[in-house]
């Protein structure tokens, strides 16, 4: 990805990373977009929930699973914190893992 392209995918997406560490109730389909691209065997994205993203949201999420899927993009990828992908993580491990999530709806 070129630099100009990284720079405008990253000004699309951060906002949905500022969702996903906030309080709102999107907050969580925000971070289930971005760590189910970032790494989909501990995290998955139930896509009913993208309904609770505001529309620039939702596209920002697409837009997350778009270069994941047909670039093969990470989206921690797009960033130049490195740590900003494990706090992100760490935030939401216990919530959002795939065990946790078992549990808590009985599967």
């Known amino acids: 990805m070129d630099d100009a392209t990284r720079a405008q995918a ?11 560490f906030s309080d709102t109730g999107a ?26 993203l505001d529309d620039s ?5 697409l837009l997350v699973i778009r270069l994941r899927i047909e670039k093969g993009i990470e989206p921690h990828e797009l960033f130049d914190d490195q740590e900003l992908f494990p706090k992100l993580c760490k ?4 919530q959002l893992h795939v065990i946790s999530r078992g549990e808590q709806y009985g599967c």
Do not use: I, M, N
């Open 91 to 94: 935030r939401w491990g216990t």
């Open 57 to 61: 949201h939702y596209r920002a999420a």
């Open 27 to 52: 907050a969580e389909a925000a971070a289930q977009a971005l760590l189910s691209c970032y790494d989909g065997s501990r995290f998955h994205l139930c896509v009913r929930d993208l309904c609770l």
């Open 10 to 20: 990253q000004k699309v997406v951060r906002p949905l990373v500022d969702v996903a």
